[in-house]
Nanobody, 125 residues
Framework: QVQLVESGGGLVQAGGSLRLSCAAS????????LAWFRQAPGKEREFVAG????????VYTDSVKGRFTISRDNAKNTVSLQMNSLKPEDTAVYYC??????????????????WGQGTQVTVSS
């Protein structure tokens, strides 16, 4: 079992920044990939960014490239998502998830094994 706890959400004006964190505990030896997803009201859950614990290579969905940065701290078993230049369309509940697999970071939620409870991000216009 792996437990994931997100923090850092909140309310921010458009153009502002937030930093989300995801702390992993439990059988973290199986957390090879960690990703952030988001789900806005009435919309499907979508992949935002993902990273491999081994090499720190991050991948992003096109809509956040250049604005969001994913990073990991292996010693603390945490992954962060720095979100800059936020837009109202970034408003959603953000979830972190982990996958026990190697290779390419999957972008479909069904490939992930454990999920956090989510943290709300609201960007006002």
């Amino acid at each position: 079992q792996v437990q994931l706890v997100e923090s850092g959400g909140g309310l921010v004006q458009a153009g502002g920044s937030l930093r989300l964190s995801c702390a992993a505990s439990g059988r973290t030896s199986s957390t090879y990939i960690l990703a952030w997803f988001r789900q806005a009201p009435g919309k499907e859950r979508e992949f935002v960014a993902g990273i491999r614990w081994s090499d720190g290579d991050g991948v992003y969905t096109d809509s956040v490239k250049g604005r969001f940065t994913i990073s990991r701290d292996n010693a603390k078993n945490t992954v962060s998502l720095q979100m800059n230049s936020l837009k109202p369309e970034d408003t959603a509940v953000y979830y972190c998830a982990t996958a026990a697999r190697w290779g390419i970071v999957p972008r479909l939620g069904r490939n992930y094994d454990y999920w956090g409870q989510g943290t709300q991000v609201t960007v006002s216009s």
